[in-house]
């Protein structure tokens, strides 16, 4: 991941009174991802707690990737309150969307986690 990238969401999760949420887009080749680009939706819940993203903003962020010959390879969020592990709505959230959920906090920590084998797994973030 580019560290424009993961400045730019941790800045969103400083200014938001509200979690900031969006998709990582990139490719996957064999067990590595490369995220390309971090693009921001909006959090229709509108809470300091808790996010979820419009499926007629997915679709739209599906057909851009498509565009740029990219994948939707990650969801990001913020936590503002707590550290950046996945809470029990995000555990039922993955197990819908089996890819990397990228979590930050606005002092700037970041942890990146995966469901493998019915097992959370915390995954090793690359800045380049």
């Given amino acids: 991941m580019n560290e424009k990238d993961v400045h730019k969401i941790i800045e969103l999760a400083k200014k938001s009174p509200i979690e900031v949420c969006g998709f ?4 996957k080749v064999g067990n590595t991802l490369t995220v390309e680009e971090a693009r921001e939706t909006r959090n229709r819940l509108n809470s300091p707690v808790e996010f979820e993203i419009d499926p007629l903003e997915i679709a739209e ?8 010959g990219l994948e939707i390879v990650g969801i990001f969020h913020s ?14 959230g993955m197990n819908l969307w089996r890819n990397v959920w990228l979590i930050v906090t ?5 942890r990146a ?15 380049r």
């Avoid at 990582?24 to 490719?27: A, D, E, F, N, S």
């Fill in 24 to 27: 990582l887009l990139g490719r």
């Fill in 113 to 127: 986690w995966t469901i493998e084998n019915g097992e959370l797994k915390e995954l090793e973030v690359e800045i």
């Fill in 61 to 68: 962020v599906l057909d851009e990737a498509e565009e740029k």
């Fill in 79 to 92: 936590h503002l309150k707590c550290p950046p592990m996945p809470s029990g709505k995000d555990l039922k």
């Fill in 106 to 110: 606005p002092s700037g920590e970041f």
